[in-house]
Every structure is written in C-alpha cells, then in structure tokens.
C-alpha cells in the first residue's frame, strides 16, 4: 500500500523559511518522478515543484521560482521542499505525489502539512 507521509509545516513570518519533507513508503520509490502540491481551501491542487527520478532535473512555476527548491534522497525515500522568502499567498496545504503513478491517477494523496505565513 503506497503511503505518503509530509511534515515540516508550521507558522512561520513573511520572508521566513521552512523545510519539507515527505516519507513514501510502499512503492519503489527511486523509479518515480516526484512533486510537491499545494492546495487553498476549494482549490485544486497545484504543481509548486517536480523533480525527475534522480534529483537531477527540476521544474517550478514562475510564482516559487527562486524561492522553492525541491530535492530528493532515494537511499532514505524522502522527498523535500526547502521554502525560503515566503509570502502570505504560499500560504496552503503542502502534499507530495508522483504524477505518473497509478495512485495519482486514482486520487490517492497523503495528509498533507499546513503552512502558514503571517505576522
């Protein structure tokens, strides 16, 4: 059973950094692309971060450009999002996911962690 599990949320200030990090668990995980998620209350989730298999490609939007950078340790199965100079418009559920998996297709996500930025 594939498992997602984030953490690393929190309050944090505007201009503030956090770090991510999601655990999987019941696939093989080196074999995946990976992506960070976010989602504001009745919104859809939207793409903040990919990364290929590897860890040696990735991509963003222009709205975390700069600002987001998504990495991987496949020995340890954990994905991360270090969030730095963040703004109260970052402020969402975070999730991870690998696009290309069957469980993505049918809509299987983790809990997900908060992240809220305000003074």
């Known amino acids: 059973q594939v498992q997602l599990v984030e953490s690393g949320g929190g309050l944090v200030q505007p201009g503030g950094s956090l770090r991510l990090s999601c655990v999987a668990a019941?696939?093989?995980?080196?074999?995946?692309?990976m992506g960070w998620y976010r989602q504001y209350p009745g919104k859809e989730r939207e793409l903040v971060a990919y990364?290929?298999?590897?860890?040696?490609?990735?991509n963003y939007p222009d709205s975390v450009k700069g600002r987001f950078t998504i990495s991987r340790d496949n020995a340890k199965n954990t994905v991360y999002l270090e969030m730095n100079s963040l703004r109260p418009e970052d402020t969402a559920v975070y999730f991870c996911?690998?696009?290309?998996?069957?469980?993505?297709?049918?809509?299987?996500w983790g809990q997900g962690t908060q992240v809220t930025v305000s003074s």
């Open positions: 996911n690998a696009p290309f998996s069957t469980w993505y297709d049918d809509g299987s």
């Open positions: 990364t290929n298999s590897y860890g040696s490609s990735a």
């Open positions: 019941g696939f093989t995980f080196s074999s995946y692309a």
